[in-house]
Nanobody, 125 residues
């Protein structure tokens, strides 16, 4: 179940970016999916998680109200819409999959089985 994250870049504070996570192979619709981020010198941090159908989501406190996680099971893709970006959002963003059997939500890094390679998001002040 390889995961490929994309969509990162450089944006000014207050701007928006949309990250994507694509997978091929496996049965995407049965995976719990999540986004994490890691800033330089810091531990990896939970950002958001979404259940199998996309009907339930869960967010880390720093991004609530600004970020939106979604998925399209027909395209085997997950997204992270990031609005009102702040310099403290600067990090490498990783997508991850929790393979069945599983429950929702999943906020611990150790709960996820497969990780993408990460995409850099830089927010300038």
């Amino acid at each position: 179940v390889p995961l490929q994250a994309s969509g990162g870049g450089l944006v000014q504070a207050g701007g928006s970016l949309r990250l994507s996570c694509a997978t091929s192979g496996g049965t995407f619709g049965v995976y719990i999916m999540g986004w994490f981020r890691q800033a330089p010198g810091k531990e990896r941090e939970f950002v958001a998680s979404i259940n199998w159908s996309g009907s339930s989501t869960y967010y880390g406190f720093p991004v609530r109200g600004r970020f939106t996680i979604s998925r399209d099971n027909t395209k085997n893709q997950m997204y992270l819409q990031m609005n009102s970006l702040k310099p403290e959002d600067t990090a490498v963003y990783y997508c991850a999959a929790d393979l069945p059997p599983t429950t929702f939500p999943k906020i611990l890094e150790s709960s996820y089985d497969v990780w993408g390679q990460g995409t850099q998001v830089t927010v300038s002040s």
